[in-house]
């Protein structure tokens, strides 16, 4: 279906109608007739939604697409491809996805240490227990799209007791076409008890044709595991994309994510993590380097639910151009989680006059033993710092970029992967030691 939409009410009727139009399988009947129900009841986020209103993804959809139909699998996500984008240095198990679907063939794994299956596959039963219930459809409007346009996806699983020997890279080769420029993506990653596991997931544009990727990722890790989770967003300067990552975190669980966003049009990213007992602990922490009319909002929710949980959270923007950044963390401290421990913080440095930032800190607090704090910072290079790198002989190019480097690496930092690490270093080395970030 192609769009000459003028309004966002009128692209939800558009996504209703190609929904209502997919075949249906036994496993995502059910799944699709709450995520039409949902959306026709709500519609996609307009500017006056106060969730959305720095970042209309729906007005960049109309703007910017012709086809709001499902991009079929491309023809150029090969083996060759697959090699190409690869974590240099990265002994790794693969898993592929083709504009949204699980390429069996081009994956490889180690089915010792970890299970890939199609939903197609698994039992419906499973599936019904299972998928919507960590991310229900009903608490964003692009979960509810995502139900309603499901048509394939895939459960990651580490079995109990397994520590991974070697990270998961999740590639998503994503490319708009003319029959199609929507891709809807959904995984569901079960992590056993006393397991530790890393997942790294990289965006890849295969050109640059517009699309919309709309993601849909529930993650329910097991008790006593240790999860890292990282994202890499390095993608066309066309691409669209919605992220809704939610995670449970249970008793002596521990779970990272990373998030490092340099490319894109627009993005949103949200990343819920909720802490469900004692000794539970989540890390959130984000770097986006931003230039052009790159547009890049992170929305972070933790819920703090019993006592003796910790949470850390630290994200960083270096925003050139007419690029925009939002940030919005919210911490919930429920009125039994007493000695709850939480730190918030997010810090931009802005290279344009034309660059901008919303930042907006939140914390909820219903219980009174608590120790919980948040922050944010908006500024400029310290041109003290950049004077006296000057003096020593080092040029303003280098000196500015050695200073943004310094500020990013915090939460480079954060990465525990090496190879991953030093990959993202280089990129965001090349970045900064540009002209433009």
């Given amino acids: 279906m192609t769009t000459s939409t003028k309004n966002a009410v009128s692209i939800t009727d558009a996504f209703l109608e190609i929904g209502k139009n997919l075949p249906q399988s036994n496993w995502n009947s059910a799944l699709r007739k709450e995520g039409i129900s949902l959306l026709s009841a709500q519609g996609l986020p307009a500017s006056k939604v106060e969730e959305y209103k720095f970042t209309p993804v729906a007005k960049k959809i109309q703007d910017t697409l012709s086809n709001l139909s499902h991009a079929p699998a491309s023809s150029n996500v090969v083996a060759e491809k697959v090699d190409e984008h690869r974590i240099p240095g990265l002994d790794s198990h693969v898993v592929v996805f083709n504009n949204g679907s699980y390429d069996a063939t081009l994956s490889a794994f180690d089915s010792s240490e970890v299970t890939v299956t199609s939903f197609g596959d698994m039992p419906t039963d499973s599936l019904e227990k299972t998928l919507g219930k960590i991310a229900p459809a009903g608490k964003d409007p692009f979960i509810a799209l995502n139900q309603l346009a499901i048509e394939s996806g895939v459960w990651i699983e580490i079995a109990t007791g397994t520590a991974l020997k070697k990270p998961v890279l999740i590639l998503q080769f994503v490319e708009g076409s003319l029959q199609g420029q929507s891709v809807h993506q959904r995984s569901y990653i079960q992590i056993g008890k006393n397991a530790a596991a890393t997942l790294i997931e990289k965006v890849v544009s295969l050109d640059d044709t517009p699309y919309f990727l709309n993601g849909v990722t529930e993650i329910n890790v097991g008790e006593n595991s240790q999860v890292a989770f990282y994202r890499l967003q390095d993608e066309s300067k066309f691409a669209i994309e919605v992220n809704n990552t939610e995670v449970n975190v249970p008793r002596d669980a521990t779970f990272s994510s990373a998030v490092i966003s340099l490319q894109g049009l627009m993005i949103r990213n949200n ?167």
């Fill in 271 to 437: 990343l819920s993590i909720n802490l469900l007992d004692s000794n539970s602990l989540g890390n959130m922490y984000g770097l986006y380097l931003l230039n052009g009319h790159s547009h890049v909002d992170n929305h972070t929710n933790v819920d703090h639910t019993k006592p003796h949980a910790e949470s850390n959270e630290l994200y960083k923007g270096i925003l050139a151009d007419h690029s925009r950044g939002v940030f919005n963390g919210k911490i919930f401290v429920r009125q039994d989680a007493q000695k709850t421990n939480a730190f918030q913080q997010n810090n931009n440095i802005l290279l344009s006059e034309d660059a901008v930032i919303n930042t907006k800190p939140q914390l909820e607090i219903w219980a009174d033993d608590v120790k919980c704090s948040h922050g944010c910072t908006t500024g400029q290079l310290d041109e003290e710092a950049l004077f006296y790198l000057r003096s020593r002989g080092i040029s303003k190019e280098s000196s500015r970029g050695m200073l943004l480097y310094a500020f990013a690496g915090e939460v480079l930092e954060k990465i525990t992967n090496e190879n991953f690490r030093e990959y993202c270093v280089g990129l965001v080395q090349e970045r900064l030691g540009s002209n433009h970030i």
